[in-house]
């Protein structure tokens, strides 16, 4: 079964940086690619960031180009989102998420972002 | 950028009947060199992650009971749900993954009448 199960998420000051991390069970991670999803408050679902299985390909929405950096430790199971000069626009929900190329086939339970003085 | 637009916003359907749920995406998603839809439904229930339901516009996930049918192509698309259960009650989105940015509609929520 695929878990995914994502940590890191805290309140920050605007400025502010955190680090989130997914940790990866189930498949065959270093064949995946990876993804981040958010959710504001009461929102819709917004794609932020997706990285190819070895990493020749890494995507990002413009709102968050040059402040967030994806990344990816395939002998850790591991996907990462280092999240700089936060924002209060950048609240909300943090899923991590799995699939074959674009196509998101499998989600984690998220971990909250807080962006707030 | 492909803009996802979902009508209804919301809508209330009795126990057993149908529902239907449009996506309407600024420019096809239909690749030409593979004849494939990149287009994708996704089920959120209240306080759970989202889960995949449709994929290549009408390939259901694993699991997904057969009253789940998505159809369309190009840039218009429908998911249908043919006879309302109490546990559909959720938010739908469509999704594209035709090329990035990766973007949602707006979500349609579904009630029961």
């Known amino acids: 079964e695929v878990q995914l199960v994502e940590s890191g998420g805290d309140l920050v000051q605007p400025g502010g940086s955190l680090r989130l991390s997914c940790v990866a069970s189930?498949?065959?991670?270093?064949?995946?690619?990876m993804t981040w999803v958010r959710q504001a408050p009461g929102k819709g679902l917004e794609w932020v960031a997706n990285i190819k299985y070895d990493e020749s390909e890494i995507f990002y929405v413009d709102s968050v180009k040059g402040r967030f950096t994806i990344s990816r430790d395939n002998r850790k199971n591991s996907v990462y989102l280092q999240m700089n000069s936060l924002r209060a626009e950048d609240t909300g929900l943090y899923y991590c998420a799995s699939g074959r190329g674009f196509l998101v086939d499998s989600w984690g339970q998220g971990t909250l972002v807080t962006v707030s003085s | 950028d492909i803009v996802m637009t979902q009508s209804p916003d919301s809508l209330a359907v009795s126990l057993g009947e149908r529902a239907t749920i449009n996506c309407k995406s600024s420019q096809s998603v239909l690749y030409s060199s593979n004849n494939k839809n990149y287009l994708a439904w996704y089920q959120q229930k209240p306080g759970q992650p989202p889960k995949l339901l449709i994929s290549?516009?009408?390939t259901r996930g694993s699991g997904v009971p057969d009253r789940f049918s998505g159809s369309g192509s190009g840039t218009d698309f429908t998911l249908t749900i043919s006879s309302l259960q109490a546990e559909d009650v959720a938010v739908y989105y469509c999704q594209h993954y035709y090329n990035s940015p990766l973007t949602f509609g707006g979500g349609t929520k579904v009630e029961i009448k």
């Open positions: 290549w516009a009408s």
């Open positions: 189930g498949f065959s991670f270093s064949n995946y690619w």
